[in-house]
């Protein structure tokens, strides 16, 4: 086998596996709200909104976790973490049923979803390396992180829906930047899938985590702009 060959077998192994992961933690966020939705639980998501900063604690220290130990842990703790990251996840968005008309919610995941497969196109099928742009972007991420700290205080319309189309642009740019990364990335493993099985398994989980977060974020910031301030 040639090694242009190679390359492209060990590119779209790693995708393969990232984007299947981040389909199926995709899958575990959006079950949960759906099942609240289809039973009608309101006491379910009173307590959901009850334990709402803890979530978000827990989600923290397991991607903390996840990226930190990525090397040490084995597969099946790495998937279950993520997954595990997922539900959490799910159970956090329930409570955007509780703010925006589910035509709202299936308005904004159509609109990421397409967004997202737009710019993961590109990332993948550029010949020019994106990974020079990751200082850029890790300026603007946490320029908008400031920004958006420091507007929770001062509650400027303006600077909310600036912030909002900023998220926008910033995560549909990460989606290419990420999907070239993890491109690169596969090139840098060796072909011999016997002997490398667990690193491409456990990249294709870092892959899902890196892409699974691009596309979180940029519903969010869509969900912002088409659903309208929610006080």
């Not at 575990?28 to 039973?39: D, G, N, Q, R």
């Not at 130990?69 to 049923?97: D, H, M, P, Q, W």
């Not at 490398?196 to 969010?220: C, H, P, Q």
Request: aromatic share 12%; charged share 15%.
């Amino acid at each position: 086998m040639y090694r242009e060959d190679v390359d492209i077998v060990a590119t779209n192994g790693l995708l393969r596996k990232s984007f299947l992961n981040m389909f199926i933690g995709l899958l575990v966020t959006i079950s949960v709200p759906a099942f609240i939705l289809a039973t009608n639980n309101d006491k379910m998501l009173q307590m959901i909104q009850t334990a709402y900063l803890p979530l978000l604690i827990a989600e923290l220290v397991v991607v903390i976790y996840l990226s930190a130990r990525l090397e040490k842990l084995s597969i099946g703790t790495c998937k279950i973490l993520f997954f595990g990251y997922a539900l959490l996840n799910g159970f956090v968005f329930s409570l955007f049923t509780m703010i925006f008309p589910i035509g709202i919610l299936l308005y904004a995941l159509a609109i990421t979803s397409t967004l997202f497969l737009v710019m993961a196109l590109y990332g993948y099928t550029t010949h020019e390396d994106l990974s020079k742009y990751g200082n850029i972007l890790k300026g603007a991420l946490i320029t908008m992180i400031i920004l958006s700290l420091l507007n929770m205080f001062l509650g400027v319309p303006a600077l909310y829906w600036m912030i909002s189309v900023f998220g926008v642009v910033l995560f549909s740019v990460l989606i290419a930047y990420d999907v070239n990364r993890i491109k690169k990335l596969a090139l840098s493993i060796s072909e011999d899938e016997d002997e490398n099985g667990d690193t491409m398994e456990k990249y294709g989980i870092m892959g899902a985590l890196m892409l699974y977060l691009d596309f979180i974020n940029l519903f969010v910031y869509v969900l912002r702009i088409v659903g309208g301030k929610r006080d």
